[in-house]
């Protein structure tokens, strides 16, 4: 088991935005997380890469809790989030931005001598960086816009580029939150394809998006959420026929 998630619960004062919440992901899962707008999706994503701490429950993770944890020493760890709106350095090149991610990978191998590998006399990422930027690259169809501002891209592009700076990190366990939100239908087959590569080359993913036929085509497993709860959890076709479901997404006259 690579994470399980024990009765989770996040209070924010007299508002309870994820209760009592359990599952588990295994390695090589990709997992779809739904639910409508203000269903807690978010914030369960936020509880477990550490941005919130939880008012009560467990995580555990490969045996280890991480509940306590900061968020950077839970992405050490191999749990890394993206971002429905990336963090970009625009005026940098796309590959400057994924050499710059590399510094969680750099300090679990090289501690306070990252900082000789990040910054270089010539401006340049170390020899050790480079295949790893080019394999991003690849992984991401991103190589045509290597040496492109990040301002340059599409809205598309720049979350590609987000999730290239997130692999930069090694995750073992990916959270995606709202990858496919704002993307046309070319860039969503695109995403499609992407994630399913990052899953090939070992990657395992947790995944919440709005677009319900993209991530019900895409997760293997799927967990509903509503008010917090979870309400629904198997294989993507049958919850998404679940009346409960339905009723959560389109009201009771449709369930």
Known sequence: MLLEVRNLTKRFGGLTAVSDMSFALDEGDIVGIFGPNGSGK?????????????????????????????????AEAGIV???????????LSVHDNIAIAGHLRLKRQAGWRRIATLFPLRGKASADLEPRIDHIL???????????PAASLSYGGEKMLGVAMALMCEPRL???????????????????????????HGTTLCVID??????????????????????????????LRDHAVIEAYLGRSHA
């Open 81 to 91: 989030k993206t971002f429905q709106n990336p963090q970009l350095f625009g005026e």
């Open 174 to 200: 990916l959270l995606l939150d709202e990858p496919g939100s704002g993307l046309g239908h070319d860039e969503i087959r695109n995403l499609d394809e992407v994630l399913r590569d990052l899953r090939a």
């Open 138 to 148: 690849r992984l991401c169809r991103l190589e045509a816009f290597r040496d492109a």
């Open 210 to 239: 709005h677009r319900v036929g993209f991530l019900g085509k895409l997760a293997d497993r799927a967990i509903v959420i509503h008010h917090g709860a979870k309400i629904a959890e198997g294989r993507p076709d049958d919850v």
């Open 42 to 74: 978010t914030t369960l994503l936020n509880l477990i890469s550490g941005v919130y701490e939880p008012t009560a429950g467990q995580l555990v993770w490969q045996g280890q809790e991480l509940v306590g944890r900061k968020p950077h020493r839970i």
